[in-house]
């Protein structure tokens, strides 16, 4: 069963930067697609990158240009840059696999917090 555990997140000022990271155990998820994913109070949990096994990306409209998603399949881990924040970036992030896989897969995600 793969489990996975972000890192990275925390208070940041708009226009600021942030790195997370999340590490996964149990499966060699170099073979996946992997996303991010984030949800904020009172919305739905939306995909906003992924990395394709051979490193292909893709955005959300709301995030391309600002954050750049990347993968090191020798430490079983996915990165994710992020600059220019600002508010409405403000969510708990995840990582999974895209598709997930599954209800019981997501970790405790990492608290992104953009304010002044």
């Known amino acids: 069963q793969v489990h996975v555990v972000e890192s990275g997140g925390g208070l940041v000022q708009p226009g600021g930067s942030l790195r997370l990271s999340c590490a996964a155990s149990g499966s060699i998820i170099s073979i996946y697609r992997m996303g991010w994913y984030r949800q904020a109070p009172g919305k739905q949990r939306e995909l906003v990158a992924s990395i394709g096994s051979g490193g292909t990306t893709d955005y959300a409209d709301s995030v391309k240009g600002r954050f750049t998603i990347s993968r090191d399949n020798a430490k079983n881990t996915v990165f994710l840059q992020m600059n220019s924040l600002k508010p409405e970036d403000t969510a708990v992030y995840y990582c999974?696999?895209?598709?997930?896989?599954?209800?019981?897969?997501w970790g405790q995600g990492t608290q992104v917090t953009v304010s002044s």
């Open positions: 999974n696999r895209y598709p997930s896989w599954g209800i019981n897969s």
